[in-house]
T-cell receptor
Framework: EAGVTQSPTHLIKTRGQQATLRCSPISGHTSVYWYQQALGLGLQFLLWYDEGEERNRGNFPPRFSGRQFPNYSSELNVNALELEDSALYLC???????????????FGEGSWLTVV | AQSVTQLGSHVSVSEGALVLLRCNYSSSVPPYLFWYVQYPNQGLQLLLK??????LVKGINGFEAEFKKSETSFHLTKPSAHMSDAAEYFC??????????FGTGTRLTVIP
């Protein structure tokens, strides 16, 4: 069974541009999460989507946005890129109720975004 | 809100020695606790988790962790380190209905 898949693996953008990152959850998973792993800042929660709706967001500005499609895949958009947006962006998925019945959040391998 | 603190951003052990990575949690409700491992240039992989029941949890690759409520700890151990264990390890706690709060990570170096 395929795990969480993310694309692209690496992305280089110029400051001020927009970046779009994509994620396909594990088959059957309806919840998708986005995390940012920036150097020196650890893993920071960005967004949670479930059944096509944004359910929660972390402490990030509105230029970080995303959406979830009917097939539960998701994309993360970062507008007006800043140098400090350079990070590994991790997508994860779970069954809707992540912590019920032992369900767990599973992570993809991430997309490296470099802003120059 | 639920949180975790990992003690020691870097830990070095000799190959064959005991691995001990420390994690303390703060939670006003019974916590769900997790350990994830991140190998270089890869995403996070679940090592083990504690939700309810047995306080000693066994995970993959020979790792285990013990939930100690009296000490608010969930330390990760492995009796004998292997070179392939070199990675970054993250402790995490369930926060809210459907979210994880991660510790700052501990980088494990295994010395041959």
């Amino acid at each position: 069974e395929a795990g969480v898949t993310q694309s692209p693996t690496h992305l280089i953008k110029t400051r001020g541009q927009q970046a779009t990152l994509r994620c396909s959850p594990i088959s059957g998973h309806t919840s998708v999460y986005w995390y940012q792993q920036a150097l020196g800042l650890g893993l920071q929660f960005l967004l949670w989507y479930d059944e096509g709706e944004e359910r929660n967001r972390g402490n990030f500005p509105p230029r970080f946005s995303g959406r979830q499609f009917p097939n539960y895949s998701s994309e993360l958009n970062v507008n007006a890129l800043e140098l400090e947006d350079s990070a590994l962006y991790l997508c994860a998925s779970s069954l809707g109720t992540a912590f019920a019945w032992g369900n767990t959040i599973y992570f993809g391998e991430g997309s490296w975004l470099t802003v120059v | 809100a639920q949180s975790v603190t990992q003690l020691g951003s870097h830990v070095s052990v000799s190959e064959g020695a005991l691995v001990l990575l420390r994690c303390n949690y703060s939670s006003s409700v019974p916590p769900y606790l997790f350990w994830y491992v991140q190998y270089p240039n890869q995403g996070l992989q679940l090592l083990l988790k504690y939700t309810t029941g047995a306080t000693l949890v066994k995970g993959i690759n020979g790792f285990e962790a013990e939930f100690k409520k009296s000490e608010t700890s969930f330390h990760l151990t492995k009796p004998s380190a292997h070179m392939s264990d070199a990675a970054e390890y993250f402790c995490a706690v369930r926060r809210g209905a459907n979210n994880l709060f991660f510790g700052t990570g501990t980088r494990l170096t295994v010395i041959p």
